[in-house]
């Protein structure tokens, strides 16, 4: 069974930077796609960023552009966000996933435990 394990998060002040990292528990290439959504209280979970794994293009959600960066290290078999200039409505549980293709059983879409971003001053 596939597992993506994230690291970072926490509490971070208006105006700071934080990073997110993802490994998955096999080979990135296993992935078409990975990317970060995230689930702020009373709110839907909506996708924050994504890449593909082997061209590396990337996707973000408008409220994001010009402050998140998401990249790919296809040798250190993670995929990392990097967020700056965090806002107070960045706050939420941060869940990163991963999309593979299976031939017989199609696509199917994975999921970490989620970490917690806290942006507060």
């Known amino acids: 069974q596939v597992q993506l394990v994230e690291s970072g998060g926490g509490l971070v002040q208006p105006g700071g930077t ?3 990292s ?3 528990s096999g080979n990135i290439f296993d992935f078409y796609a990975m ?8 709110k839907q ?3 924050v960023a994504s890449v593909t794994i082997a061209g590396g293009d990337t996707n973000y959600a408008d409220s994001v552009k010009g402050r998140f960066t998401i990249s790919r290290d296809n040798a250190k078999n993670t995929v990392s966000l990097r967020m700056s200039f965090l806002k107070p409505e960045d706050t939420a549980v ?8 299976h031939p017989v059983s199609g696509r ?3 999921w970490g435990q989620g970490t ?4 507060s001053s």
């Open 18 to 20: 934080m990073r997110l």
């Open 22 to 24: 993802c490994t998955p």
């Open 35 to 42: 990317g970060w959504y995230r689930q702020a209280p009373g």
């Open 45 to 47: 979970r909506e996708l």
């Open 94 to 101: 941060y869940y990163c996933y991963g999309k593979t293709f």
């Open 108 to 110: 199917t879409d994975h």
């Open 116 to 119: 917690q971003v806290t942006v």
